[in-house]
C-alpha cells in the first residue's frame, strides 16, 4: 500500500501564480480532504469530498481556491492567484467513508508563496 | 470562539512522568472523538479513538466528557519518544461529516 501520495513536496512560487497541488488517496478509500496548517493557526479543513463529490467547501478562504476530484485516484487543489499569506502546508488525507474515522495524511505540500 | 481547543504548550516533562492534556470541543451534536499525533514536519497519525465509556491503550487513557464537552488524554510513564504534538479531533456533521482539528499541544520529554 503506497499510501496518500502528494505532489509537489515543496513548491516555491511568486505572488500571483497559479499553483496546483495533487493528491492521489489510497486505493478504495472513498472520502477526501484538503487541509492547510500553519503555525498560526494549526490545521484547517478546507473541503472534503465523499465519491467524488464535495460536501462542503466552508473552509476554502476565498475564491483564488479551488479543488477538484475528476476520480476516485486524484484530486487537485489550485490556487490563482497565489499570495504569500498563502504559505502553509497542505496535506491531503483519505479514508473509507462510514467504516471507521481513522485518516490517512499524505506527506504533505510546503508551498511558499515569496 | 474556536470548534476544537486546546492548550497548545509546551509541556515539558521528565522521563517516566505522567502527563495530562484537555481538550473542549462546542458543538454538542460532535458524534465522535479521537487524538492524533503529528511528529515534528511529519503528517498527522490516529494515536487512539474516544469512547463515551473511556478507554486504554498501554500507557495512553482517554476519556470523554459529554456533558461539559471535553476529552482527555493521560499518558503514564512518559518516553523520550512520546515528544511530538497532539492533535485533538472531533467529527460534526452526521454520516457525512468533517473531522476537526484542534491546534495541537506540544510535548516534549526529556531525559
Known amino acids: 500500500d503506497a499510501g496518500v501520495i502528494q505532489s509537489p513536496r515543496h513548491e516555491v512560487t511568486e505572488m500571483g501564480q497559479e499553483v496546483t497541488l495533487r493528491c492521489k488517496p489510497i486505493?478504495?478509500?472513498?472520502?477526501l480532504f484538503w487541509y492547510r496548517q500553519t503555525m498560526m493557526r494549526g490545521l484547517e479543513l478546507l473541503i472534503y469530498?465523499?465519491?467524488?463529490?464535495?460536501?462542503?467547501d466552508s473552509g476554502m478562504p476565498e475564491d483564488r481556491f479551488s479543488a477538484k476530484m475528476p476520480n476516485a485516484s486524484f484530486s487537485t487543489l489550485k490556487i490563482q492567484p497565489s499570495e504569500p499569506r498563502d504559505s502553509a502546508v497542505y496535506f491531503c488525507?483519505?479514508?473509507?467513508?462510514?467504516?471507521?474515522?481513522?485518516?490517512?495524511f499524505g506527506s504533505g505540500t510546503q508551498l511558499s508563496v515569496l | 470562539r474556536k470548534e476544537v481547543e486546546q492548550d497548545p504548550g509546551p509541556f515539558n516533562v521528565p522521563e517516566g512522568a505522567t502527563v495530562a492534556f484537555n481538550c473542549t470541543y462546542s458543538?454538542?451534536?460532535?458524534?465522535?472523538f479521537f487524538w492524533y499525533r503529528q511528529d515534528c514536519r511529519k503528517e498527522p497519525k490516529l494515536l487512539m479513538s474516544?469512547?463515551?465509556s473511556g478507554n486504554e491503550d498501554g500507557r495512553f487513557t482517554a476519556q470523554l466528557n459529554r456533558a461539559s464537552q471535553y476529552i482527555s488524554l493521560l499518558i503514564r510513564d512518559s518516553k523520550l519518544s512520546d515528544s511530538a504534538t497532539y492533535l485533538c479531533?472531533?467529527?460534526?456533521?452526521?454520516?457525512?461529516?468533517?473531522?476537526?482539528f484542534g491546534q495541537g499541544t506540544t510535548l516534549q520529554v526529556k531525559p
Open positions: 488525507a483519505s479514508k473509507i467513508r462510514d467504516i471507521n474515522e481513522k485518516l490517512f
Open positions: 458543538n454538542s451534536a460532535s458524534q465522535s
Open positions: 469530498f465523499n465519491n467524488n463529490v464535495p460536501i462542503d
Open positions: 479531533v472531533v467529527k460534526v456533521g452526521g454520516n457525512t461529516g468533517k473531522l476537526i
Open positions: 474516544v469512547y463515551s
Open positions: 486505493s478504495g478509500h472513498n472520502s
